[in-house]
């Protein structure tokens, strides 16, 4: 009867494979630069020995766990998706085009804040230091700096717009990402064309080949409650 190892291995090919590696561990030894490369860029997730290279016995548990982990990505990413599709309703996507229309205008404003942070006047200030050496006396010396006020006032006014450019984008992107996690055909370019385009459900519905009842009805299924 022939036996079975772990890692399906036969014992003749236990002991092959044996010879093999310690063969290889042996000139690897002599070598330790690349054996410290060998065991950095060796996969061995279950750590189950302390070999320079894997012997092969940990080949199903490793695939195993790879297995394991991309399940759990899996359903991690389902449940993410659920919460968000969740979270979706119809005023939302509404929001839409007035959206894109609000990134439009705070990109217009930022250049313009960009262009005025430019033709901020400079002046000389006065500032506080020491000399580099002991007894380290203070100094006072004269620099050229932007008009603070007017500097204080753009800034502040670039960091609120940024902050709005921030949640207008994060919108945008999760309606567009919900969309195209709709899994129909159909349902996806339902919702494009009337949320992303701007196009009506009568619209659609002619487009399509539907029914404006039925364009309703599909936007129901896909929405919550």
């Given at each position: 009867?022939?036996?079975?190892?772990a890692?399906?291995?036969?014992?003749k090919?236990?002991?092959?494979?044996?010879?093999?590696?310690?063969?290889?561990?042996?000139?690897?030894?002599?070598?330790?630069?690349?054996?410290?490369?060998?065991?950095?860029?060796?996969?061995?997730p279950?750590?189950?020995?302390?070999?320079?290279?894997?012997?092969?016995i940990?080949?199903?548990?490793?695939?195993y766990?790879?297995?394991?982990?991309?399940?759990?990505?899996?359903?991690?990413?389902?449940?993410?998706?659920?919460?968000?599709?969740?979270?979706?309703?119809?005023?939302?996507?509404?929001?839409?085009?007035?959206?894109?229309?609000?990134?439009?205008?705070?990109?217009?404003?930022?250049?313009?804040?960009?262009?005025?942070?430019?033709?901020?006047?400079?002046?000389?200030?006065?500032?506080?230091?020491?000399?580099?050496?002991?007894?380290?006396?203070?100094?006072?010396?004269?620099?050229?700096?932007?008009?603070?006020?007017?500097?204080?006032?753009?800034?502040?006014?670039?960091?609120?717009?940024?902050?709005?450019?921030?949640?207008?984008?994060?919108?945008?992107?999760?309606?567009?990402?919900?969309?195209?996690?709709?899994?129909?055909?159909?349902?996806?370019?339902?919702?494009?064309?009337?949320?992303?385009?701007?196009?009506?459900?009568?619209?659609?519905?002619?487009?399509?080949?539907?029914?404006?009842?039925?364009?309703?009805?599909?936007?129901?299924?896909?929405?919550?409650?």
């Open positions: 009867m022939e036996v079975k190892y890692g399906n291995k036969t014992e090919e236990r002991r092959q494979r044996q010879v093999l590696f310690d063969d290889q561990r042996e000139a690897l030894q002599k070598k330790p630069d690349e054996a410290k490369r060998w065991k950095k860029d060796m996969v061995d279950c750590k189950a020995c302390a070999e320079i290279i894997c012997m092969g940990c080949a199903d548990r490793a695939h766990k790879q297995e394991y982990r991309e399940m759990t990505d899996r359903i991690r990413q389902q449940l993410i998706n659920r919460n968000r599709r969740q979270d979706m309703d119809k005023k939302k996507l509404r929001q839409y085009r007035s959206l894109k229309r609000e990134q439009k205008m705070l990109e217009g404003k930022m250049e313009k804040l960009n262009e005025r942070a430019e033709r901020i006047p400079a002046v000389i200030g006065k500032v506080k230091g020491s000399m580099d050496t002991f007894p380290y006396i203070e100094t006072h010396m004269s620099v050229v700096m932007s008009e603070p006020k007017q500097a204080d006032v753009i800034y502040r006014q670039m960091m609120i717009n940024g902050k709005r450019q921030e949640q207008v984008d994060e919108l945008l992107a999760e309606i567009e990402e919900f969309i195209s996690q709709i899994p129909d055909s159909n349902a996806r370019q339902i919702f494009e064309f009337i949320y992303l385009n701007g196009m009506t459900q009568q619209e659609v519905g002619e487009r399509l080949g539907y029914t404006k009842g039925r364009i309703s009805q599909i936007i129901s299924e896909n929405l919550k409650d």
